[in-house]
């Protein structure tokens, strides 16, 4: 990585920022919206608005993460629930169910902004998102919704390198993408596969798993860990505790991909190029 050109990059941020006088953040808590929310406080001050979504598609740990970032800066933070349960298009999980969701979400966003008076919404997204299959960018796209680190031109390397530049405690944060992303593609999304999930994630994180994955298949839980941590799930007395939790959850079958964590490998059932 380049340094002197990131640092272009966050410039490229900055002159986005100073054209607009308020601003409305899709903010999950996660090292790409936590830059951009930091960085636009700093030039918008109380112009910079965060807004979090609360439903069970998300972590309860990554809300309380966002709520305690904007309250140690003095951002403005609305949290709000979301109702993307309600969308038939989203529970029945089909390759469009981000789109659905997106859109959705992206309508409460507007609302709250146009609540406060303010004309522009932003999400998170980066230059790397565009190498997976991300329908919810075309939401974004068709809702007029502002994506600043893209346009910018920045990567996730890129941002870890800036957060940490600036002091953000969220700059080395493992990605953690909705719940939903967990339950194969035309299996329908419940209350029950979400809690399973989230508490099967919650156990791992708590014994030390950095970036980690529990999917949904049914009985049979698929964990996927990076690869460097895989020898973690051969110690006797991890293992033990790892299934025995599991079948707790709710799991009949508990198995760990030898692959270890792939960001976006559901997306590989649809065989898009």
């Known amino acids: 990585m380049d340094r002197d050109s990131t640092r272009s990059k966050k410039e490229r941020l900055v002159q986005q ?20 929310l930091a960085v636009a406080h700093e030039i918008l001050g109380e112009g910079a608005v965060a807004a979090t979504a609360t439903s069970e598609i998300y972590s309860a740990k990554e809300k309380n993460g966002a709520i305690r970032f904007s309250r140690d800066r003095g951002i403005e933070h609305v949290v ?59 939401a ?6 502002m994506a600043p680190l893209l346009d910018a031109g920045l990567k996730k390397q890129d941002i870890r390198f800036l ?41 791992l994180l708590e014994r030390g798993f950095g970036q980690c994955r529990v999917r949904h298949h049914g009985s ?7 690869s460097q941590e895989l020898r973690m799930m051969t110690r006797d007395d991890l293992t033990k505790a790892i299934v025995n939790k599991f079948r707790d959850i709710g799991f009949c079958h508990i ?5 270890g964590y792939v960001s976006g490998s559901m997306n590989r059932a649809l065989n898009i190029e």
């Open 17 to 36: 920022l100073r054209d607009i006088d308020s601003l409305v953040i899709a903010f999950s808590g996660g090292a790409d919206s936590s830059l951009l």
């Open 255 to 259: 198995s760990v991909d030898l692959e």
């Open 140 to 145: 974004a796209t068709e809702m007029g919704i």
């Open 80 to 138: 709000f629930h979301s109702h993307e349960a309600s969308l038939p298009a989203f529970v029945s999980n089909g390759p469009e169910r981000c789109y659905h969701c997106k859109k959705s979400l992206f309508q409460e966003l507007i609302e709250i902004a146009a609540s406060r008076g303010i004309k522009h919404v932003a999400h998170g997204a980066n230059v790397d998102d565009l190498d997976d299959y991300r329908p919810g960018l075309r």
């Open 220 to 226: 049979v839980a698929r964990i996927e860990v990076e």
């Open 163 to 203: 957060s940490r530049e600036i002091g953000l405690d969220t700059w080395d944060k493992p990605a953690m993408a909705c719940l939903a992303t967990r339950i194969p593609y035309g299996n329908p999304i419940t209350s029950e596969k979400l809690r399973m999930i989230e508490e099967a994630e919650t156990f």
